[in-house]
């Protein structure tokens, strides 16, 4: 089977740093990826990685370890406009084909 | 461009009615997805194409059809709805290459069924 973990929810204050990791286990793994939803919203695509290492994107940045089925997003400066829920969704498959398996989400709240 | 668009925005069912929601894509994508999210379970995939034609069943099937009679719409029918099926249901489109991987997603669909 496919399964992910991350936390459910975490609090940080605006200008700090906060990590949201990502476990997972899939067969057939292309790449994990980062949505954003605000309340209400819809999922926005923030990042993805097929291979190991950091991808950086202004203010975020997303790790993978392929080797630890773990990755974690990293976001920093924060901003009160970036509370919202964060997932991480696993990109499996064959033929490259686009099946995304998602976690529960973390819910993030940034406080003044 | 619209992007993916949903009707309708909200929906209350009564227990055994059926309803259709609709999903558009005008960015000619291959793949479309239909999920729902439920508090704190995260998104899950209902059903899936990867063409004009062709569905395939996700994580959570059961109590739900689909249709992709043309490539810019996907089409999710409830045939008899169970308060089970209440959900927040997004519609997702992405095109297909090995390098693509964002999914463009609509703005949901709330149903209500009581």
């Known amino acids: 089977g496919q399964s992910l973990e991350q936390p459910s929810e975490v609090t940080a204050v605006e200008g700090a740093i906060v990590q949201i990791n990502c476990t997972y286990q899939?067969?057939?793994?292309?790449?994990l990826s980062w949505y954003q939803q605000h309340d209400g919203g819809a999922p926005t695509f923030l990042s993805y990685?097929?291979?190991?290492g950091l991808e950086e994107t202004g203010r975020f940045s997303s790790f993978l370890s392929r080797s630890d089925s773990y990755g974690y997003l990293l976001l920093q400066e924060l901003q009160m406009k970036d509370s919202a829920s964060y997932f991480c969704a696993v990109r499996a498959g064959s033929g490259g084909y686009n099946k995304l398996i998602f976690g529960a989400g973390t819910r993030l709240a940034v406080h003044p | 461009n619209a992007g993916v668009t949903q009707t309708p925005k909200f929906r209350v069912l009564k227990t055994g009615q059926s309803m259709t929601l609709l999903c558009a894509q005008d960015?000619?994508?291959?793949?479309m997805y239909w999920y729902r999210q439920d508090p704190g379970m995260g998104l899950r995939l209902i059903h899936y194409s990867v063409g004009e034609g062709t569905t395939a069943k996700g994580e959570v099937p059961d109590g739900y059809n689909v249709s992709r009679l043309k490539k810019q719409n996907f089409l999710l029918g409830l045939e008899s709805a169970a308060p089970s099926q209440t959900s927040v249901y997004f519609c997702?489109?992405?095109?297909?290459?090995?390098?693509?991987?964002?999914?463009?997603f609509g703005p949901g669909t709330r149903l209500t069924v009581t």
């Open positions: 990685n097929a291979l190991d």
């Open positions: 899939t067969s057939g793994f292309y790449g």
């Open positions: 997702a489109s992405s095109s297909m290459t090995e390098t693509s991987y964002e999914q463009y």
């Open positions: 960015m000619n994508h291959e793949y």
